[in-house]
T-cell receptor, first 112, second 114 residues
Framework: DQQVKQNSPSLSVQEGRISILNCDYT??????FLWYKKYPAEGPTFLIS?????DKNEDGRFTVFLNKSAKHLSLHIVPSQPGDSAVYFC???????????FGGGTRLMVKP | DTAVSQTPKYLVTQMGNDKSIKCEQN?????MYWYKQDSKKFLKIMFS???????INETVPNRFSPKSPDKAHLNLHINSLELGDSAVYFC?????????????FGNGTRLTVT
């Protein structure tokens, strides 16, 4: 039972354009959502987060949108850069369970 | 001065063997974790320790035994290795147990059981 799903295993975008990575979840008890970025042979690194009581959080080129009614969130990267090429993991956090639950990741490739 | 370091980076061993993976963090964090990334690339939590005490123990075979000698170290010992144990294991740490402190991950240990 995957509580966090990233249905697109990969995404290819031209440099300078917008990258949109999607994430769906089934657990309505998540209190926060986080995005992590992972380069090959490295561990994931934290990128951006959003509280379940908000619908948008922005940090530079990265914006996360949350649609609670649809149980859907997305990460927008504008403009995309070749250095953004990595695997992006969406994760939900539940205060009661004190656990992060990760999706399976989406590989983003930004072409120069 | 790697923040979260785990050794070894690669581990190839035969079924039935016992092996350990070590993890150390120099961030002064209170909480450490072990995650497993399986063949489908999902990252799943295995264990969490806060100040050397076990706080999360997901459904993991008891062949896996974490050991935290101090709050800067969390080692993972695996007995009687099986083929299905092949995966990448990530150690992580955070300050506190809530979401406010994101996890800092090590670079992973790729375990291959033959």
């Amino acid at each position: 039972d995957q509580q966090v799903k990233q249905n697109s295993p990969s995404l290819s975008v031209q440099e300078g354009r917008i990258s949109i990575l999607n994430c769906d979840y089934t657990n309505s008890m998540f209190d926060y959502f986080l995005w992590y970025k992972k380069y090959p042979a490295e561990g994931p690194t934290f990128l951006i987060s959003i509280s379940s009581i908000k619908d948008k959080n922005e940090d530079g080129r990265f914006t996360v949108f949350l649609n609670k009614s649809a149980k859907h969130l997305s990460l927008h990267i504008v403009p995309s850069q070749p250095g953004d090429s990595a695997v992006y993991f969406c994760a939900g956090f539940n205060n009661a369970g004190n656990m992060l639950t990760f999706g399976g990741g989406t590989r983003l490739m930004v072409k120069p | 001065d790697t923040a979260v370091s785990q050794t070894p980076k690669y581990l190839v061993t035969q079924m039935g063997n016992d092996k350990s993976i070590k993890c150390e963090q120099n961030l002064g964090h209170d909480t450490m974790y072990w995650y497993k990334q399986d063949s489908k690339k999902f990252l799943k939590i295995m264990f969490s320790y806060n100040n050397k005490e076990l706080i999360i123990n997901e459904t993991v075979p008891n062949r896996f035994s974490p050991k935290s000698p101090d709050k800067a170290h969390l080692n993972l010992h695996i007995n009687s290795l099986e083929l299905g144990d092949s995966a990448v294991y990530f150690c992580a740490s955070s300050q506190g147990t809530g979401w406010v402190s994101p996890l800092h991950f090590g670079n992973g240990t790729r375990l291959t059981v033959t």
